[in-house]
């Protein structure tokens, strides 16, 4: 529903359970189109987040309910009229927006991302890792499985090992340390189609090559030739395997360090705002909701 002089339509917009990131970028986002006015209390379209952000969203009955997820989570399992995640496909009822769209929003980094070149394998160390969350086993044990290999340097607070216990103090930082490392060791928390956070991302960023576990599906959003995907392997061993190669063979690895970090044809159509806004303004928008 969209007048046909150039006013925009009003938009009451809400948000609860939900990050300040993805507040201001739905917010700025949506006034493209719109004239937004924030309401968290009587909105007409709320966005609600997870539950790991709480459960405020229960209160909220007269408006129209838009889930809001970039952990790897089902909208299914939420009281909504729609969904914003990362599931495939985009659909009347769900949009797909991976987590590191919001990621590239608040920090700017492939902006900024620099020129490669075949020399900067005979400068860079091993492998970087930088975590928080412990909670994943199979990414706990490949660090260990790595260090087999060369020192692996861990940044993050999990198995810090950097001198007086050095962590990234921001973004910036942390992809400026994970760019000086042929590798960066960057699995999820979990492995479920479509689920690609910040992680992969901010590693292509960092001219490094990512050794990534996660969605099956990151090759439909990244360009599979820039990166190692566990995906593509048959077992661990042959996985490893090919982290040695490019590690002591400069060819192999360049052939992937100067992959470009999208397929041209995914970059222009996950990257393009107009796709949300079409969605939203076609399926979502119902006009003034609380007169």
Not at 177 to 191: A, D, G, V
Not at 240 to 261: C, G, I, T
Request: hydrophobic share 30%; net charge negative; proline share 5%.
């Amino acid at each position: 529903m969209r007048r046909d002089d150039n006013t925009k339509n009003s938009l009451r917009l809400g948000f609860t359970d939900t990050f300040d990131g993805a507040k201001e970028y739905f917010t700025n986002l949506l006034s493209n189109r719109f004239e937004v006015v924030r309401d968290d209390e009587r909105p007409d379209y709320l966005i609600f987040g997870d539950r790991n952000f709480g459960e405020s969203n229960r209160r909220y009955e007269n408006c129209v309910r838009i889930f809001f997820t970039g952990e790897n989570q089902r909208p299914s399992d939420y009281r909504c009229d729609f969904a914003i995640s990362f599931d495939h496909p985009t659909s009347s009822n769900m949009f797909r927006l991976p987590l590191y769209l919001i990621y590239e929003y608040d920090h700017h980094i492939l902006r900024n991302r620099e020129a490669r070149s075949e020399d900067d394998y005979d400068s860079k160390k091993f492998c970087s890792f930088v975590v928080k969350n412990p909670g994943c086993k199979y990414r706990n044990d490949y660090f260990n499985i790595l260090s087999h290999i060369s020192h692996v340097d861990a940044a993050g607070p999990l198995f810090n090992n950097m001198p007086d216990g050095w962590r990234p103090p921001d973004v910036a930082a942390k992809v400026k340390f994970m760019s000086n490392y042929k590798f960066n060791l960057c699995f999820e928390n979990s492995s479920y189609p479509g689920y690609c956070t910040e992680k992969l991302f901010e590693a292509l960023c960092a001219k490094t090559v990512p050794i990534y576990w996660g969605s099956p599906t990151a090759a439909l959003d990244f360009n599979p030739k820039a990166f190692l995907n566990r995906c593509d392997y048959a077992s661990d061993r042959d996985f490893f395997d090919a982290v040695v190669r490019l590690h002591s063979n400069k060819n192999a690895y360049n052939e992937m360090y100067m992959q470009p970090m999208f397929r041209e044809d995914e970059f222009k159509k996950i990257f393009n705002p107009d796709n949300f806004l079409d969605w939203f303004q076609q399926n979502v928008y119902q006009g003034v909701i609380n007169k």
